[in-house]
């Protein structure tokens, strides 16, 4: 189960308000700032839509373990592993808007 710290994290990293993931999640505002506080005991069916939208968006949430809990931004298209920069085809297409 995801933590409010991990929300808050997640949302965090994706640039994102709390209306945002309120929106993305399809629950209320309202409800959202409650978790992020903590101060309920949410609904399995929030705390699922939340978690949904976040690893839509490619949030990975990180299980606590000896290291402890986390999140992070997971980037589909950042070329081979380890690569800095920009993806091949990310780099083709600056090259081509520059040609035209």
């Not at 710290?5 to 309202?30: F, M, P, T």
């Not at 309920?40 to 606590?64: C, N, Q, W």
């Not at 402890?68 to 081979?80: F, N």
């Amino acid at each position: 189960m995801i933590t409010p710290r991990q929300i808050r994290a997640a949302r965090a990293l994706l640039d994102w308000s709390q209306q945002q993931l309120a929106d993305k999640a399809i629950i209320s505002l309202n409800a959202l700032a409650r978790l992020e506080r903590g101060i309920v005991d949410p609904r399995m069916s929030t705390l699922d839509a939340v978690e949904k939208a976040l690893v839509r968006a490619g949030v990975e949430f990180i299980p606590a373990g000896d290291k402890g809990e986390g999140v992070r931004l997971l980037v589909p298209d950042e070329g081979p592993k380890g690569a800095i920069g920009p993806s091949p085809q990310r780099r083709s297409a600056r090259t081509n808007k520059r040609a035209g």
